[in-house]
């Protein structure tokens, strides 16, 4: 495993993040192996949240009480566990409530990296910066950032946390694939270079799309997926419309991805994987597995590097102006 800088922490990461949703998993013991499987491999970088109505950070919990401190230990907050009106967004109230059902969850004292899950427009940014200043402060919190915030809220999330002297960003999430590079490619990969902010990826396979196994005209292969008809744990209620998203173009690039991997050895999701893991501005990719050997094909990656010519094909290959409409 090679580890990178957390933006400008000093604290070293796992080049690739295990992600802790879950939701194509319903066996507890399974996640417990996922989880125990990735840490065996190196990964010391855990992602969670409410996923599963807290399941995803009890399941994380359990699993690394005992190993607690060899874990960079990732969470989020947006809607918690109560019911509204009052159990939901980024203010002072629900933050101070969030954290602590987090902790419980999670058996620990402290959370590594606390990010705010989505941008509430409703709270005013300071009060939510000031909440988590004194939860960094009290040591519950050792970090904070945030997941799916535009650019020029992240710039203003920085002015008033130098402005008032309170805890700053280190570290945003957000998607990016080979399906979905106008999300930060043109402003959050240049501010975060300016700022020295780390950067976490999420759906890395386009939420299955660059594993290969789906193509255009073909009938999805069966499993507990979004783009076929069985109910899961947690895909019962997100369905895709496979026929929409596998367009030309899509399916073209899966096509690249298969091709260059048939040139290395490799498989359509490592090749997927190796992109991303190429692009130095990134801190890690979140990898979503369902399965100890899931986590195994992702992570053998990490012995192999993406050859520059092959990124220069799936560069030209995925290069668009505009927003795609899969997601």
């Given at each position: 495993?090679?580890?990178?800088?957390?933006?400008?922490?000093?604290?070293?990461?796992?080049?690739?993040?295990?992600?802790?949703?879950?939701?194509?998993?319903?066996?507890?013991?399974?996640?417990?192996?996922?989880?125990?499987?990735?840490?065996?491999?190196?990964?010391?970088?855990?992602?969670?949240?409410?996923?599963?109505?807290?399941?995803?950070?009890?399941?994380?919990?359990?699993?690394?009480?005992?190993?607690?401190?060899?874990?960079?230990?990732?969470?989020?907050?947006?809607?918690?566990?109560?019911?509204?009106?009052?159990?939901?967004?980024?203010?002072?109230?629900?933050?101070?409530?969030?954290?602590?059902?987090?902790?419980?969850?999670?058996?620990?004292?402290?959370?590594?990296?606390?990010?705010?899950?989505?941008?509430?427009?409703?709270?005013?940014?300071?009060?939510?910066?000031?909440?988590?200043?004194?939860?960094?402060?009290?040591?519950?919190?050792?970090?904070?950032?945030?997941?799916?915030?535009?650019?020029?809220?992240?710039?203003?999330?920085?002015?008033?946390?130098?402005?008032?002297?309170?805890?700053?960003?280190?570290?945003?999430?957000?998607?990016?694939?080979?399906?979905?590079?106008?999300?930060?490619?043109?402003?959050?990969?240049?501010?975060?270079?300016?700022?020295?902010?780390?950067?976490?990826?999420?759906?890395?396979?386009?939420?299955?799309?660059?594993?290969?196994?789906?193509?255009?005209?073909?009938?999805?292969?069966?499993?507990?997926?979004?783009?076929?008809?069985?109910?899961?744990?947690?895909?019962?209620?997100?369905?895709?419309?496979?026929?929409?998203?596998?367009?030309?173009?899509?399916?073209?690039?899966?096509?690249?991805?298969?091709?260059?991997?048939?040139?290395?050895?490799?498989?359509?999701?490592?090749?997927?994987?190796?992109?991303?893991?190429?692009?130095?501005?990134?801190t890690a990719p979140i990898l979503g597995a369902d399965l100890?050997?899931?986590?195994?094909?992702?992570?053998?990656?990490?012995?192999?590097?993406?050859?520059?010519?092959?990124?220069?094909?799936?560069?030209?290959?995925?290069?668009?102006?505009?927003?795609?409409?899969?997601?």
């Amino acid at each position: 495993m090679h580890y990178r800088p957390l933006g400008n922490t000093g604290v070293k990461v796992s080049e690739l993040c295990l992600g802790t949703a879950f939701r194509g998993q319903d066996d507890e013991q399974t996640c417990i192996r996922v989880i125990d499987r990735a840490l065996d491999l190196g990964c010391n970088f855990i992602d969670s949240a409410f996923y599963g109505q807290g399941r995803s950070e009890t399941v994380v919990g359990k699993t690394i009480k005992d190993k607690r401190e060899d874990v960079f230990l990732c969470t989020k907050i947006f809607g918690t566990r109560h019911p509204e009106p009052n159990n939901s967004g980024l203010t002072r109230l629900n933050l101070i409530r969030g954290v602590e059902d987090s902790l419980t969850r999670l058996q620990t004292d402290h959370i590594d990296l606390y990010l705010l899950h989505s941008f509430d427009p409703n709270t005013p940014l300071e009060e939510t910066l000031r909440a988590l200043d004194d939860m960094v402060r009290s040591g519950k919190i050792r970090y904070i950032g945030c997941s799916n915030f535009s650019a020029w809220k992240i710039i203003e999330a920085l002015w008033q946390s130098d402005k008032r002297n309170l805890a700053r960003f280190v570290c945003i999430q957000n998607q990016y694939n080979l399906l979905n590079r106008w999300e930060i490619e043109p402003d959050l990969m240049p501010l975060c270079g300016e700022h020295d902010i780390g950067i976490m990826t999420y759906s890395p396979l386009a939420i299955g799309l660059l594993t290969g196994k789906f193509r255009r005209g073909q009938t999805p292969p069966p499993g507990n997926t979004p783009w076929n008809k069985e109910e899961g744990h947690g895909f019962s209620a997100h369905k895709y419309d496979l026929e929409t998203a596998m367009t030309e173009r899509v399916d073209q690039i899966v096509q690249t991805l298969a091709d260059v991997g048939a040139r290395h050895g490799r498989t359509p999701a490592q090749v997927a994987i190796a992109w991303i893991l190429d692009h130095t501005e990134i801190t890690a990719p979140i990898l979503g597995a369902d399965l100890p050997e899931q986590v195994d094909e992702a992570f053998e990656v990490v012995q192999w590097r993406l050859p520059a010519d092959e990124r220069q094909t799936l560069d030209e290959a995925s290069l668009v102006k505009t927003p795609d409409t899969w997601a």
